[in-house]
T-cell receptor, first 111, second 116 residues
């Protein structure tokens, strides 16, 4: 099984600022994913990040708001840009092999 | 696209009661099926999985069988404990061979509370 380290684990940010979340996997994986879990809700996929190509975004999510980097097979970042209180959520990264592994999540509060 | 219908909660049980959380899905291709659990204040953990029809995933006394004919993956436990109190998510994962391989579609989650 893969171990995924995600940081920061939590942050409180001012509206209008940006936050970059880092995700490190202890083994090489082809596919990484970023999810959002809004308070009391289920997980929604933001985008798929493959190494060497642009991220693929799900409906309702755009690159300008959630730029993603995937410089190698063990690392990815998600930036939440120009934040508003509606962006307050838990953001999780995931790596998929035979099964999906998740980081501990980043609990973001925008004030 | 893929979708999941999961039993609504919250579910409240007494310790040692029998648990069933229903999950049905629609998916293209041949998905793998997963149950994830989120304990209070913690991250998402894989509880069990099944990768092909009639497979039974099991872990910590929980079981779920991949029923292709009914597109279901119901979670069961014969005797729940207080420590099982958590949120449970059913999630089909897109199978290999497609452009969406690896994506998980999550159900809405079922909150389980077990009382002593």
């Amino acid at each position: 099984s893969a171990v995924i380290s995600q940081k920061p684990s939590r942050d409180i940010c001012q509206r209008g600022t940006s936050l970059t979340i880092q995700c490190q996997v202890d083994s090489q994986v082809t596919m990484m994913f970023w999810y959002r879990q809004q308070p009391g809700q289920s997980l929604t996929l933001i985008a798929t990040a493959n190494q060497g190509s642009e991220a693929t975004y799900e409906s309702g999510f755009v690159i300008d708001k959630f730029p993603i980097s995937r410089p190698n097979l063990t690392f990815s970042t998600l930036t939440v840009s120009n934040m508003s209180p509606e962006d307050s959520s838990i953001y999780l990264c995931s790596a998929r092999g035979v099964e999906a592994f998740f980081g501990q999540g980043t609990r973001l509060t925008v004030v | 696209g893929d979708s999941v219908t999961q039993m609504e909660g919250p579910v409240t049980l007494s310790e040692e009661a029998f648990l069933t959380i229903n999950c049905t899905y629609t998916a293209t291709g041949y998905p793998s099926l997963f149950w994830y659990v989120q304990y209070p204040g913690e991250g998402l953990q894989l509880l069990l999985k099944a990768t092909k029809a009639d497979d039974k995933g099991s872990n910590k006394g929980f079981e779920a069988t991949y029923r292709k004919e009914t597109t279901s993956f119901h979670l069961e436990k014969g005797s729940v404990q207080v420590s099982d109190s958590a949120v449970y998510f059913c999630a089909p994962g897109s199978g290999a061979g497609g452009t969406s391989y690896g994506k998980l579609t999550f159900g809405q989650g079922t909150i389980l509370t077990v009382h002593p």
